[in-house]
């Protein structure tokens, strides 16, 4: 059996074990507002928990934002930056770009989640359940609140990080991803001077996959 399809049946049987698992330790009297304590089958998910959420999602989180600088660093800088396909993949990378940062900005501008919550709990109780949030990390700090601003000056300021290390550490996407595309434009310029680079950045590519 090759190994695509091993690893395709074993997710699929994962998926169904998990379900029918699931139906065996479920306790109708507990409800998500408890403690995991309370619950009739709490040493089964607390053990479930280290296995699920901290090790193998966190393995998963560990490799995120490398991934996304490798793949893109290397897709761009292999394109050499001519011709029609370097033209159609920065294109592509901007557009999508573009089209997911405008949506999510409209949206917060638009709806202003959280406000509720905020109101419901107070300002400092807010801050600390958004604090670890994926839409905390790609928005600026006062995304929330400041919906009279530019959605331009917003989205500018959101691609164009002030330090790309600190942009990692906060798993920042969008400003990591903008520092890899230009990073790639760079490497695809300068032909055989920075090739030794582009072959680090592929070898990496390569390895970042099969870890995942």
Not at 5 to 32: C, K, M, R
Not at 96 to 106: P, Q, Y
């Amino acid at each position: 059996m090759k190994l695509k399809t091993y690893e395709t049946y074993a997710t699929l049987i994962g998926l169904v074990a998990g379900i029918i698992y699931g139906q065996f330790i479920y306790d109708p009297n507990w409800s998500h507002g408890q403690l995991l304590t309370a619950h009739l089958h709490a040493t089964e998910l607390s053990i479930l928990s280290i296995m699920g959420n901290t090790i193998f999602m966190g393995l998963l989180k560990m490799l995120i934002m490398p991934l996304i600088v490798v793949s893109v660093v290397s897709g761009i800088a292999s394109t050499n930056g001519t011709g029609k396909i370097g033209t159609y993949t920065l294109l592509y990378y901007f557009a999508t770009m573009l089209i997911a940062v405008t949506v999510g900005l409209i949206l917060v501008t638009t709806f202003s989640p959280g406000v509720a919550y905020r109101e419901s709990l107070g300002v400092a109780a807010l801050e600390s359940a958004v604090s670890g949030s994926s839409l905390s990390a790609s928005l600026p700090e006062n995304a929330l609140t400041a919906n009279s601003d530019s959605l331009v000056a917003r989205f500018i300021s959101m691609l164009i990080p002030e330090n790309l290390f600190g942009a990692l550490a906060k798993g920042e996407t969008l400003p990591v991803i903008m520092f890899s595309i230009f990073l790639g434009i760079v490497l695809s310029k300068m032909g055989k001077r920075a090739q030794s680079l582009r072959d680090i950045f592929d070898s990496l590519f390569a390895v970042l996959i099969n870890m995942v």
